[in-house]
C-alpha cells in the first residue's frame, strides 16, 4: 500500500511483479533471460568474465614481429643484459597483477580494469590509482636501471626520491640498448636444444616492457624514417 505524498491517503497500487531479470544484471539467484536491448547488446559482446580470452587484450591473437624501424646499430651487444632486464620487469608486473587478481597486461598498464574485485573494502577509484602509482614505481626504477650503465650518465634533479620522471639522453649507445630491450620483447622465438642464440620467452606474452623506454624507440624510428626517405631521393 502505498501513500500520497503530502495528503496521506493510502493508495491501494500493486507493485509490478518481476518474474524474470534481464541478463546482463548478472542476478545469479533469479531466473534471467537474454536482453536483445542496447544495454544486453554490449553486455555480450565484451567478455567481463574472462578479460583474458578476450580478442582485444589477448596478444596471442595477433602475429607479434620484430619493426626493423625501431632497430639501431649495435643492438646486438645488449641482448643479453636486455633479456635480464625483461625477466625482471616482467616479473614484477606479474607480481602486481597477482596482487589485484587482475588477468592481462592492458588491465594494469592503463588501471583500466575490466573485473574488478573490492580489495579490503576499497573502492575501484582507489584500487586504480594506486596501481597507477605502483606501475609509474616500477616504470621509473626500470629507466634508472637503463640509464645506469650509460657512459654519458649524469645524475640530474630528475633523480629526486619519488620522481616519477627519468631522463634519458638520446645517444648511439642509448639507443642500440633500448633497441635490445625492443628486440628480446618482440623477438617471439624460443631459444633451442642448438643454442642458435633465439630469445626465450614463456608462454605468457608481454610487450610493455620496451615501452619503459618509448622516448628513445620513437627517436629511432624517426631516424629510420628519415633515413629511407632521403636514400629514396637521391
Request: net charge negative; hydrophobic share 35%.
Amino acid at each position: 500500500m502505498l501513500f500520497i505524498f503530502g495528503l496521506g491517503q493510502p493508495v491501494d497500487v500493486k507493485l509490478p511483479v518481476i518474474d524474470k531479470y534481464p541478463d546482463f544484471m548478472e542476478k545469479k539467484h533469479r531466473e534471467s533471460y537474454v536482453s536483445e536491448r542496447i544495454l544486453g547488446t554490449l553486455y555480450h559482446c565484451i567478455k567481463v568474465d574472462t578479460p583474458q580470452n578476450d580478442s582485444l587484450l589477448n596478444y596471442k591473437n595477433y602475429g607479434i614481429t620484430v619493426d626493423e624501424e625501431f632497430l639501431a646499430e649495435g643492438y646486438e651487444d645488449y641482448i643479453e643484459e636486455a633479456v635480464t632486464m625483461r625477466d625482471d620487469y616482467n616479473w614484477r608486473l606479474k607480481s602486481l597483477m597477482k596482487k589485484y587478481s587482475i588477468k592481462t597486461e592492458p588491465e594494469i598498464i592503463t588501471g583500466n580494469i575490466i573485473q574488478f574485485r573490492g580489495t579490503d573494502g576499497k573502492k575501484i577509484y582507489d584500487v586504480r590509482k594506486t596501481i597507477s602509482i605502483e606501475v609509474a614505481v616500477i616504470i621509473q626504477k626500470t629507466r634508472l636501471s637503463f640509464r645506469r650503465d650509460l657512459d654519458d650518465h649524469e645524475d640530474t634533479e630528475d633523480d629526486l626520491p619519488f620522481s616519477s620522471r627519468v631522463h634519458i639522453k638520446i645517444t648511439n649507445e642509448s639507443k642500440a640498448k633500448a633497441s635490445a630491450w625492443y628486440y628480446v620483447t618482440y623477438h617471439r622465438k624460443k631459444h633451442d636444444s642448438l643454442g642458435n642464440g633465439q630469445i626465450w620467452h614463456d608462454d605468457e606474452i608481454f610487450l610493455s616492457f620496451a615501452w619503459t623506454v618509448s622516448d628513445i624507440l620513437l627517436a629511432i624510428r624517426k631516424e629510420n624514417i628519415a633515413s629511407k626517405i632521403q636514400s629514396t631521393e637521391w
